[in-house]
């Protein structure tokens, strides 16, 4: 596709289930980002990857989070033993080079709510 | 640390009204601004941007300026639409770093 893609768009879940969230980049995009948006906010950052290398992983808020990128391509978010606090929008981004003044391209987000 | 402060929510206009966002920004390193925007039902898209100062970023009749004096990246549009309601985010990368930061968006609704 032209676009970034995630999946699945919506997933509500109980607590205390894992989740796994994807995200397919641009076709050739280096760089690949995972951001969370709580309802009212802006996104915040969790993790990039460049190629399949984990670059930063500050933005992760606890070890219950954790991402992927083994191919340097498609991304999987894991959150493990979900609480009722990480119910948020999930945005995924890619981007064509390094450089961080280039422009991040935004996929349309996995809506998650864990009950 | 770094951060982005815009103008709060939610902000109704008439449709061919004047539009003025406001989006100010604290950043420890020499930083590029950005606005993006939400359409209902969509994804983050990238609206505007603007690199060093004085710099104006441009796209779809809207405007922003980069202010390194008063630290600001306010966005305008001379004569709003229907179609430009939306969720309007300012942000800023550092250089040299790879994280956008983004302020806690502005939902605009124009009425016709």
């Known amino acids: 596709g032209a676009g970034v893609s995630q999946s699945p768009r919506y997933k509500v879940t109980k607590r205390g289930q894992d989740v796994a969230l994807r995200c397919d980049p641009i076709?050739?995009?280096?760089?690949l980002y995972w951001y969370r948006q709580a309802l009212g906010q802006g996104p915040e950052f969790l993790t990039y990857?460049?190629?399949?290398?984990?670059?930063?992983k500050s933005g992760l808020p606890n070890d219950r989070f954790s991402a992927e990128r083994p191919e340097g391509s498609i991304s999987t978010l894991t959150i493990q033993r979900t609480e009722q606090r990480d119910s948020a929008m999930y945005r995924c981004?890619?981007?064509?080079?390094?450089?961080?003044?280039?422009?991040?391209?935004f996929g349309p987000g996995t809506r998650l709510l864990v009950l | 640390g770094n951060s982005v402060t815009q103008m709060e929510g939610p902000v109704t206009l008439s449709e061919e009204a004047f539009l003025t966002i406001n989006c100010t920004y604290t950043?420890?390193?020499?930083?590029?601004l950005f606005w993006y925007v939400q359409y209902p039902g969509e994804g983050l898209q990238l609206l505007l941007k603007?690199?060093?100062?004085?710099d104006k970023g441009s796209n779809k009749g809207f405007e922003a300026t980069y202010r390194k004096e008063t630290t600001s990246f306010h966005l305008e549009k001379g004569s709003v639409q229907v179609s430009d309601s939306a969720v309007y985010f300012c942000?800023?990368?550092?250089?040299?770093?790879?994280?956008?930061?983004f302020g806690q968006g502005t939902r605009l609704t124009i009425n016709p």
């Open positions: 981004a890619s981007k064509n080079g390094q450089g961080g003044r280039e422009t991040q391209y």
């Open positions: 076709s050739g995009h280096v760089s």
């Open positions: 990857f460049n190629y399949e290398a984990q670059q930063d």
């Open positions: 950043a420890t390193g020499y930083p590029s």
């Open positions: 603007a690199t060093k100062a004085d």
């Open positions: 942000a800023l990368i550092i250089q040299g770093a790879q994280k956008l930061v």
